[in-house]
């Protein structure tokens, strides 16, 4: 069975940082994602790895936030700093079977996702 867990989330001030992790378990897969959703909103992209270590980011949090993944731990992180209100949202961590995208419908499994609050 399939199961992603994710962890990490909380309240924090403006300007302060957070690290999310993700563990899965069930099978390998060779895509992990974030994506998050704020109030009232579609859930969005965050950022992406793949298997070999390729990731990709949002152009809202290049800079600040990193992707990265421990393959023997079957675990992806990912780490926020200079958090702004705006990154308020519940995070999900997402996996696919396949290569590198950034659509919510292009990935097969999700976790039960984690709050972020940013204050300001």
């Known amino acids: 069975q399939v199961q992603l867990v994710e962890s990490g989330g909380g309240l924090v001030q403006a300007g302060g940082s957070l690290r999310l992790s993700c563990a899965a378990s069930?099978?390998?897969?060779?895509?992990y994602g974030w994506f998050r959703q704020a109030p009232g909103k579609e859930r969005e992209f965050v950022a992406a790895?793949?298997?070999?270590?390729?990731?990709y980011s949002a152009d809202s949090v290049k800079g600040r936030f990193t992707i990265s993944r421990d393959s023997a731990k079957n675990t992806v992180y990912l780490q926020m700093n200079s958090l702004k209100p705006e990154d308020t949202a519940v995070y999900y961590c997402?996996?696919?079977?396949?290569?590198?995208?950034?659509?919510?419908?292009?990935?097969?499994?999700w976790g039960q996702g984690t709050q972020v609050t940013v204050s300001s």
């Open positions: 997402a996996a696919n079977l396949g290569g590198l995208v950034i659509t919510v419908r292009e990935y097969n499994y």
């Open positions: 790895i793949t298997l070999s270590g390729y990731a």
């Open positions: 069930g099978r390998t897969f060779r895509t």
